[in-house]
C-alpha cells in the first residue's frame, strides 16, 4: 500500500512548539539561577509568546502541538490548562529539558513518569507524544516510550513522513524534523551563555527558508513539520512572518494542517508503508 493523506490530501504541514521556558538555562547550568537577564530571556517564552502564539493560533483556526518540559508546566500551568482547552496537543518535552545522553535509563524513565504525570494532571488527559530535548534520543528511548503508552516521538531525521518504529514494548511512530526547519538555527542568540545559532538572522530569510522547504514537501507528498520556540517566534516581527507563513501554506490546495498526535493516527489507521518519494506533478 502506497502513503496517502487524508481526504487525498498533497502534504501534510504541523505547528510546533517545544515550550522551555526557564528550564533550557537551568539544565545548561544551574547557577544561571542568578542572572537576571539570561533568565528574563527564557521567561518571554510563557511569559509573552505563548499568549502571542495562541492567540495567533485561534485567529487562523489552527491547531498546533506544544511540547512542554515538567518544570515549565508546574511554572506555568494557566498556559498549559489554556493550550488543552482550546484544543492543542500537549506532549513530553523532558523535565528540566535533559540531554538524554546525560541520563542513565532509571534518570530517563523518571524524567518521562514526572512530566507524564504533571501534563495529565493540568490537561486531564495522559500525553501521548514526546520530543526529546535536544532531538537527542538514546538506544533504548523508543522501547521506554512505548512500554509507557506513548504513540509517537518526534525527534528523528530519516524521513519526510511519520513511519512506524518496532520496539520491544510495540510500535512507536516517528514523525520526523529537520534541523532547516527550526527557529532555533535562525534567531538564537545569547552573548553569554553562548548558545544556538549565534546570529540574528530576518524574517524575511526565514520566512524564503521555510516557504521553500514546504514547497518541496508539497511537490514530493510529504510532511513539513516546524519546530518553533516561543521566546524566539514569539517575538512580534517574527509572528507576523508566521502569520504569512499560514496564509501562504493554505494558499494551495490539498493541505492537511494537523498535529503531530493526528498525523501519527492516521500513519497507524492507515497502515501505509511509505515508498520512495516521487514527485507529484502539479
Given amino acids: ?46 511569559k509573552v509568546g505563548v499568549p502571542r502564539i495562541l492567540d495567533l493560533l485561534n485567529d487562523k483556526g489552527v491547531h498546533a502541538s506544544f511540547f512542554v518540559p515538567g518544570y515549565t508546566a508546574e511554572l506555568y500551568p494557566q498556559l498549559i490548562e489554556r493550550m488543552a482547552a482550546e484544543g492543542h496537543e500537549v506532549g513530553v518535552h523532558g523535565y528540566l ?14 524524567a518521562l513518569v514526572r512530566t507524564c504525570t504533571i501534563l495529565q494532571q493540568l490537561t486531564g488527559r495522559k500525553p501521548i507524544g514526546y520530543r526529546a530535548p535536544w532531538w537527542e534520543l538514546n538506544p533504548g528511548s523508543p522501547a521506554l516510550l512505548a512500554r509507557h503508552g506513548m504513540l509517537y516521538d518526534s525527534s528523528l531525521m530519516d524521513d519526510d513522513r511519520p513511519y512506524v518504529m518496532p520496539t520491544e514494548s510495540g510500535d512507536l511512530v516517528e514523525v520526523p524534523i529537520h534541523w532547516t526547519n527550526d527557529d532555533w538555527e535562525q534567531f538564537a542568540f545569547l552573548a553569554d551563555p553562548a548558545t544556538g545559532s549565534g546570529v540574528i538572522e530576518t524574517c524575511e530569510k526565514a520566512f524564503q527558508l521555510w516557504k521553500e522547504e514546504f514547497d518541496g514537501q508539497y511537490h514530493y507528498g ?9 521566546e524566539i517566534i514569539g517575538r512580534p516581527a517574527r509572528i507576523l512572518m508566521l502569520g504569512r507563513l499560514i496564509d501562504y501554506i493554505r494558499s494551495h490546495d490539498g493541505v492537511w494542517l494537523t498535529t503531530c498526535e493526528e498525523a501519527a493516527r492516521h500513519c497507524l489507521s492507515s497502515q501505509a508503508v511509505p515508498t520512495p518519494l516521487q514527485p507529484v506533478g502539479r
Fill in 1 to 46: 500500500m502506497t502513503w496517502s493523506w487524508p481526504n487525498g490530501d498533497r502534504c501534510a504541514v504541523v505547528l510546533s512548539f517545544d515550550v522551555d521556558g526557564e528550564s533550557g538555562m537551568l539544565q545548561a547550568d544551574p547557577k544561571n539561577a542568578e542572572r537576571l537577564s539570561v533568565m528574563s530571556w527564557a521567561r518571554y517564552g510563557p
Fill in 97 to 110: 529539558h535533559e540531554k538524554l545522553s546525560d541520563l542513565n535509563p532509571i534518570e530517563e524513565e523518571a
Fill in 222 to 230: 510529504g510532511m513539513f513539520v516546524l519546530t518553533m520556540h516561543p
